[in-house]
Every structure is written in structure tokens, then in C-alpha cells.
């Protein structure tokens, strides 16, 4: 029996259950009008009828007790000062609710909650002083943009990311392929405070999970999941940021690619993108041209108006000249010019 949880209680226990994944949790919650406590209190009969479930998901499901430590879950939760949203709360990114398997819950620390557009930068981690540099500087401008930078934290291209937004005062997601009382890789320990105390660091894995061949790839689904687009700095033909391409083409996400050097490892996953038709960035005015957003705080000039000019009749001989060159809208080539000088 489940009785006596609260639906937010019900649904942290299904996040932190083992064999029940993403898709199968929300073919339950469908099957039971999105009742998590009816989930867990569900008869074998009435489980099993859900497409997918079998003996082993039932068994864990009406055990649940010896599957998950509720107060331990919630006393960690509460020490770390760290919040779950739950699927449906107004909190959880909308974007991700959109994709077929998007967890049923996030662990979410930091006090900052998503209020702006979010971009993805990805890549390598062994990356190279070049891509470091492009990850940081595009992670910089479009968080000074208003864009929220995701990346998974990893040593080098996420780093770099998240990084180049926090160094502007910009806001970045670190989504992490553990449970957030893990910090992976352990050098990025600083990183990890300063992004829980400036924007979150985000993870669907319950406390104590550590990161391992699956959840790297679940977690990558997540980071797409939330972003409208991802960018790919480096990566090689079999790097997990390949994998996140993919998960982005999979979800239809904007896919941008920044090119690399022929002759570089790091660069063949980056070139088959592209070959595969991927959008090729090499400035943030390529980015934001694909996702058809302007520049703010860049007024369009206005030719028409007045302010400013001078009377045509107070021009010296030669400057009347230079301006005879740009009559029409036009500009006149350097021969052109140096003629128009000449004859003055």
C-alpha cells in the first residue's frame, strides 16, 4: 500500500525507482489520469494491462518501500536546499515536457528558475585552446543576449560554456548525468557552487546515483530537451556530443555546428554534422539568424531623418565631391573615387 505520500511525495519515488525509465513512467501516469499516488497503490491486474509493463516493473512498484528511502531522499533534499519539479509544475522547463521522454521530475539547486530562451553549447572534453575559446565567447555574448546556457559540466567544452555566461553575469544550467550530491568530474567542485549560487545544477537522478554509460546519454537527451538549439564545438565521429546531435535532430532542435581543422580528431564529428546538414556557425549573429532573433539594444538606423546633417551648400569642393561618390545609395569603388578627387 502507498497510502499516506502526497502526490509530490509519489512522484519522487517514481522518478528514484529502478527499472521503471521515462517512457514507461509516463505510459503509467496516463494509464491512471497523472494519479503518481495511484500509480504506486495499483493492483498487479490493472499495472499490467499498461502497454510495456511487465512482472519485474510491478514487483518493483508495489515494493516500493525497499526500493527507495523517502526520508532519507527528502532529508538529503532538504540539507542541500535542493527543490524537485515534478512534470506539469510551472517551474519544470516547458520545452522539455515536449520530447516523448522527458523525465518525470528534475532535482533542481540553485535559486534560479527558467525564465528566458535556452541554447545548448556541447563538445569535446578534451578541447582544444581554439574550441575552449569559441565555446566561451559564444556562451558570453548570448548570455549577455538573455539566453540561458545548458551544457552537462563535463571537463572541457561545457566548462568553457558555462564559464563565458557566468563570467557576464548570464545565466547557465549545468545538467549532470549523476545525483547532484556527486560532483563529476571533482575538479569542477568551484564550478558547481558558483553555478548552484548564480543560476542551477540540474539532474532527474535521485541522490547517490553516480554516473555511468547510461546516464550520460539520458542526461544528453535532457540537455537538447530544454534547449531551442544546440551547438557543437568540437567533437569527434564517436564523442558524446554526436549524441546529443542526434537527440536534438530527434526532438527538432536547431543543430549548428562550428567547423574545424581537416586534419584534427576533434573536428570529424563536427565535419559529419555538417555533411548530414547541419546549419555552419562561425559567429553568434550566424546564431541568431538561425533561430530568427535580432540583436536587442541595437536601434535600426534611420537614413531619412534629419538630426545631424549639414547643409550640402557648406561643403568644402573636395567633400562635395566624396559625397557625389554615395548619391543614390550607393558606393563607389576606390577608382571611382580617386577620379571624382582628381577632377576637384
Known amino acids: 500500500m502507498s497510502h499516506g505520500v502526497t502526490q509530490r511525495q509519489a512522484m519522487l519515488i517514481l522518478n528514484g525507482l529502478p527499472h521503471v525509465g521515462p517512457v514507461m513512467l509516463t505510459r503509467l ?3 491512471f489520469n497523472n494519479d503518481a499516488v495511484a500509480v504506486l497503490s495499483g493492483d498487479r491486474t490493472r499495472l ?6 511487465g512482472d519485474r516493473v510491478v514487483e518493483t512498484l508495489m515494493a516500493w518501500r525497499d526500493k527507495f528511502d523517502l526520508i532519507r531522499e527528502e532529508g538529503l533534499m532538504e ?19 515536449e520530447i516523448y521522454d522527458s523525465p518525470i521530475g528534475l532535482y533542481w539547486k540553485g535559486n534560479y528558475v527558467l525564465d528566458r530562451p535556452c541554447v545548448a553549447i556541447v563538445g569535446t572534453r578534451r578541447a582544444t585552446l581554439y574550441g575552449r575559446s569559441v565555446a566561451k565567447r559564444f556562451a558570453g555574448e548570448l548570455a ?16 568553457a560554456a558555462h564559464e563565458g555566461a557566468l563570467e557576464v553575469g548570464g545565466k547557465t544550467l549545468a545538467v549532470l548525468g549523476c545525483g547532484l550530491d556527486i560532483i563529476y568530474p571533482p575538479e569542477n567542485l568551484d564550478l558547481y557552487k558558483q553555478i548552484s549560487e548564480q543560476s542551477a545544477v540540474v539532474s532527474e537522478f535521485p541522490f ?3 554516473a555511468d554509460r547510461q546516464t ?12 531551442e538549439a544546440v551547438i557543437v564545438i568540437e567533437s569527434d565521429a564517436a564523442g558524446g556530443s554526436m549524441i546529443t546531435a542526434r537527440f536534438a535532430g530527434e ?6 555546428v562550428v567547423p574545424g581543422r581537416i586534419d584534427q580528431a576533434s573536428s570529424k564529428g563536427c565535419h559529419q554534422l555538417l555533411r548530414d546538414g547541419a546549419t555552419l556557425v562561425t559567429s553568434v549573429d550566424d546564431i541568431l539568424e538561425e533561430l530568427r532573433y535580432a540583436r536587442p539594444n541595437e536601434p535600426e538606423l534611420d537614413f531619412g531623418k ?3 546633417t549639414v547643409a550640402a551648400s557648406s561643403l568644402s569642393e573636395v567633400e562635395q565631391a566624396v559625397m557625389n561618390c554615395f548619391q543614390g545609395g550607393e558606393i563607389a569603388s576606390p577608382d571611382t573615387l580617386s577620379e571624382s578627387l582628381s577632377k576637384s
Open 216 to 227: 550520460f546519454p539520458m542526461r544528453n537527451r535532457v540537455v537538447s530537451g530544454m534547449s
Open 251 to 256: 526532438q527538432g532542435r536547431s543543430l549548428m
Open 144 to 159: 549577455r543576449m538573455g539566453f540561458c546556457i545548458v551544457s552537462g559540466m563535463a571537463r572541457g567544452t561545457d566548462t
Open 48 to 53: 499490467l494491462s499498461v502497454k510495456g509493463v
Open 79 to 97: 540539507k542541500s536546499h535542493t527543490r524537485f519539479f515534478a512534470k506539469g509544475d510551472s517551474e519544470y522547463p516547458s520545452m522539455l515536457s
Open 306 to 308: 534629419s538630426e545631424g
Open 208 to 210: 547517490g546515483r553516480r
Open 29 to 31: 501516469m496516463d494509464a
